[in-house]
């Protein structure tokens, strides 16, 4: 299993901060952003990953990480040229890949929950993880069916057909790639990654749990001064 950190984008919605740095690099507390989806997969014991990230700032991303040595960890590193979705972010991963699994995690979402039990278990197909949330209409929102199985996922729809969110980790066989090479942009004009879990769930092969401890999406500024009150909170203790 390799691990793979999308951590490209503009950052707009964290402007002027981002105005001369990346959002991944802002502090969360007492650690870059950045820090957290890192020690994330370490801790479940992914040590191969690439971080995605556009030019911009990527030597940024190498003076703080490195070789990824510090993490017990080695690094490989992606340039994204331009702003294209997550899934056209995702497919520059590819060649490091080389058919294995892979677990993916977008690197402004803060996980606390372990998952190192999803990683040993997983074979083949697509598992996304949900979690309840206020403002499902943000995200990616799945559809139940009366017997609770997802029967479609809606990207950040008007009328959320429920309460969850589809959060920023994934894992993925390495069939990821071929799905991602038969989307089409979306109306935003980016390949979306609601689509690719989509082409997993029409194959049957899509699979969902669910976060229990908080799940932090740190990329506004409401959600980055939460995450990092939660994360003092969770320290002080």
Known sequence: M???????????????????????LLPVYNKPMIYY?????????????????????????LSLLGSGKEFGANFHYALQDEAGGIAQALALSEAFVNNDNITVILGDNIILDDISESIKSFTIGA?????????????????FDSNNKIIKI???????????????????????????HKLKPSQRGE??????????????????????????????FDSLITASNIIKELLNR
């Open 2 to 24: 390799k691990g793979v950190i999308l951590a490209g984008g503009t950052g707009s919605r964290l402007y002027p901060l981002t105005k001369v740095t990346n959002k991944h």
């Open 37 to 61: 989806p890192i020690e994330t997969l370490t801790k479940a014991g992914i040590t191969d990953i690439i971080i995605v990230t556009g030019k911009e700032h990527a030597g940024n991303f």
């Open 127 to 143: 598992k996304i993880f949900l979690k309840e949330v206020s403002d499902p209409q943000r995200f990616g929102v799945p559809e």
């Open 154 to 180: 809606e990207e950040k729809p008007k009328v959320p057909k429920s309460k969850y969110a589809v959060t920023g980790l994934y894992q993925y066989d390495s069939t990821v790639f071929d799905k991602i």
């Open 191 to 220: 390949l979306e990654i609601t689509d690719v879990n989509n082409l997993y769930l029409q194959d049957g092969k899509l699979v969902h749990a669910f976060l229990n401890k908080p799940w932090l999406d740190a990329g506004t």
